[in-house]
Every structure is written in structure tokens, then in C-alpha cells.
């Protein structure tokens, strides 16, 4: 089946800093990808969706300044959260779909940021 | 806009019985629903999905059903495993808009 791979699993970093996370499809082309956060005992929230080799759709309320998004291939997206800050600490996943505007069916095993 | 919710946060069923996981839409327009299943650390897993045209679907001891009078949704999980003990999110759109989660349900299946 379609496996989405995420990396790394878990990261700690010191605030101010940026920290890099990368979302691979493994076995098809991701056309689309979405980016999640998701607070504990809360839900999924879509932060943004990626479409290869186009700027990424923000949600409102994310910056895009503060979470870059990148997705430069069919198989690699990549969120960068710049200056990182204690309240981004969360659980980003993230997921891909084949059809461009399809539904993210296939996710990755998420994220765990801490920012100390 | 949509929201999406559950009736409860959290679910035990003895194992081996059946379990029913709930949950409310409320855009009567929405066409499309996923329920996932997440295990603690890990991302979401695609379950089953039905589109507004039906209201009934079935897969590997799962069914989804869907009530759009009521705006309403429902999995059933059959002869329940220790494996199945995770949380559950239902999740609807509307055409090409944003799939919007729901807020979850704990499953805890009873040894």
C-alpha cells in the first residue's frame, strides 16, 4: 500500500531556532501533500496544502513566514518552522495524496516538537 | 463552515463484542466522510470512506453508515480486537474544500 514517510519522529530544539521536517511519499508520486498539527487529546488541524512545484495554500491564521513550506518534487514536502518558540510545540503530521485537491488519505507517523 | 463532532470522547467495549462510534456533521452539504483510526504516536489511518450517495458501506469488519437527514455517521466495528483500541476521528467535506476532522473518540477495547 501507499506509505508516506516522515521524518524526523521526534526533535528537540531551543527557541529561536529552526527546525526542518521532511514528509516522502515512498512508493507513489504525491501531487498533493497537507501539513497537520494536532494538539494532545485534540484534533487535526490543516495548516496548509502543497501542490508539487507550487506555493503552498496556507490556512487562516497560519504564517507563512513562520512554517515554509516546500514541496520541490512528486516524493519530498518539507515544513520548516523558523524561530521556533515553546508554543509551537505540537505534533505536526503531515500526508500525501496522488491526485492533485485529492484527499490525504495516506499520513505520515507525525512529528513530535518540543521547544524548550 | 463545517464542524464535525463526536457524541463521546471516550469508548470501552469488552473484547470480542461490537463497538459504535458516533459522530455529528453539520453542513448538510458535505458529500464526503473518512473515518481514521490513530494509535497513540502515530499519524491517522485511513478506514473506510462513503460519499453522500450512499448510506451504507462495508469493509473488513468495519461499516460506516451515514444518516444525512440527520446529518449523522456512524462506524461499527465488529468482533473487536485488543488491536483496535485506539482513538477514531470521523472527518467530512464538501467538494474540493478542506476535509475537516472531528474531534476524536477513544476506543478502548477490554481484555
Known amino acids: 500500500g501507499a506509505v508516506v514517510s516522515q521524518h524526523p519522529s521526534r526533535v528537540i530544539c531551543k527557541s529561536g531556532t529552526s527546525v526542518k521536517i521532511e514528509c516522502r511519499s515512498l512508493?507513489?508520486?504525491?501531487?498533493?501533500m497537507f501539513w497537520y498539527r494536532q494538539f494532545p487529546k485534540q484534533s487535526l488541524m490543516l495548516m496548509a496544502t502543497s501542490n508539487e512545484g507550487s506555493k503552498a495554500t496556507y490556512e487562516q491564521g497560519v504564517e507563512k513566514d513562520k512554517f515554509l513550506i516546500n514541496h520541490a518534487s512528486l516524493t519530498l514536502s518539507t515544513l520548516t518552522v523558523t524561530s521556533a518558540h515553546p508554543e509551537d510545540s505540537s505534533f505536526y503530521i503531515c500526508?500525501?495524496?496522488?491526485?492533485?485537491?485529492?484527499?490525504?488519505?495516506?499520513f505520515g507517523n507525525g512529528t513530535r516538537l518540543t521547544v524548550t | 463552515g463545517e464542524s464535525v463532532g463526536l457524541h463521546l470522547p471516550t469508548l470501552s467495549v469488552q473484547e470480542g463484542d461490537n463497538s459504535i462510534i458516533n459522530c455529528a456533521y453539520s453542513?448538510?452539504?458535505?458529500?464526503?466522510f473518512i473515518w481514521y483510526k490513530q494509535e497513540s504516536g502515530k499519524g491517522p489511518q485511513f478506514i473506510i470512506d462513503?460519499?453522500?450517495?450512499?448510506d451504507k458501506r462495508q469493509g473488513q469488519r468495519v461499516t460506516v453508515l451515514l444518516n444525512k437527514t440527520v446529518k449523522h455517521l456512524s462506524l461499527q466495528i465488529a468482533a473487536t480486537q485488543p488491536g483496535d483500541s485506539a482513538v477514531y476521528f470521523c472527518a467530512a467535506k464538501e467538494g474540493n474544500e478542506k476535509l475537516t476532522f472531528g474531534t476524536g473518540t477513544r476506543l478502548t477495547i477490554i481484555p
Open positions: 453542513n448538510s452539504a458535505s458529500d464526503y
Open positions: 500526508s500525501a495524496s496522488r491526485v492533485e485537491g485529492g484527499r490525504p488519505l495516506h
Open positions: 512508493d507513489f508520486q504525491a501531487t498533493t
Open positions: 462513503i460519499r453522500s450517495n450512499m
